[in-house]
């Protein structure tokens, strides 16, 4: 596609359910990001995939949340029960390889837990 | 520890009026890229200027040129000719490539520029 797409673009769930936050990059980018974008937390790293591999998963938050990318394009992020600390907006970046490469990023999705 | 400081959290300019936003940095590494993103109420982040840290010559881009200065670990923004469109989040940002390996954005917390007509 022309840009990165994120879907949805908002997503409200109750505390304890678990949400799926989608990624679709663009076109030939091998790299894929994603970030979270909290108020006073400014923007933070989460995972990195380098076509289907997340070599480092370090940045994660806890172990309720979990990332996934199929056939080198698209981008599942999964938080299973949910908290309010989890409300924020999750960014999704695509590059055309890891490195110095520019990152593109999508419109995010904005998450409210209540 | 990489970080990225902007001191300034809000300014305003007048419209057709010159702005320069400032950043610092901080990383023992000696190669790496430098950006500047805007963020508009819409939330879709765009890039607005990159500069390579191994070029001393400072990146331009029609009304938005950058002031690198290596050795102080600085990389302001200006802004000449502000428009009304200006207006936004701007965050500073860099990668560190470890050999290829990583190669995340490191990010400040973001200068929020108001363009007043």
């Known amino acids: 596609g022309a840009g990165v797409s994120q879907s949805p673009s908002n997503k409200v769930t109750e505390k304890g359910k678990d949400v799926e936050l989608r990624c679709d990059p663009i076109s030939g980018h091998t790299a894929l990001y994603w970030y979270r974008q909290s108020l006073g937390q400014g923007l933070e790293f989460l995972i990195y995939?380098?076509?289907?591999?997340?070599?480092?998963k370090s940045g994660l938050p806890s172990d309720r949340f979990s990332a996934e990318r199929t056939g080198g394009s698209v981008s599942t992020l999964t938080i299973q029960r949910t908290q309010q600390e989890d409300s924020a907006v999750y960014l999704c970046?695509?590059?055309?390889?890891?490195?110095?490469?520019?990152?593109?990023f999508g419109p995010g999705t904005r998450l409210l837990v209540l | 520890a990489q970080t990225v400081t902007q001191s300034q959290p809000e300014m305003s300019v007048q419209e057709a009026e010159t702005v320069t936003l400032s950043c610092t940095y901080d990383t023992s590494e000696n190669n790496y890229y430098l950006f500047w993103y805007k963020q508009p109420p819409s939330r879709q982040m765009i890039l607005v200027i990159r500069?390579?840290?191994?070029?001393?010559q400072n990146a331009t881009e029609n009304r938005f040129s950058v002031n690198f200065q290596k050795a102080a670990k600085s990389f302001s923004l200006k802004i000449s000719d502000s428009q009304l469109g200006d207006t936004a989040m701007y965050f500073c940002?860099?990668?560190?490539?470890?050999?290829?390996?990583?190669?995340?954005?490191?990010f400040g917390k973001g200068t929020k520029l108001s363009v007043k007509p």
């Open positions: 500069q390579e840290a191994y070029k001393q």
């Open positions: 970046a695509s590059s055309l390889a890891i490195g110095y490469e520019t990152q593109y």
């Open positions: 940002a860099f990668i560190v490539n470890y050999g290829g390996s990583q190669g995340n954005l490191i």
């Open positions: 995939f380098q076509g289907n591999s997340a070599p480092d």
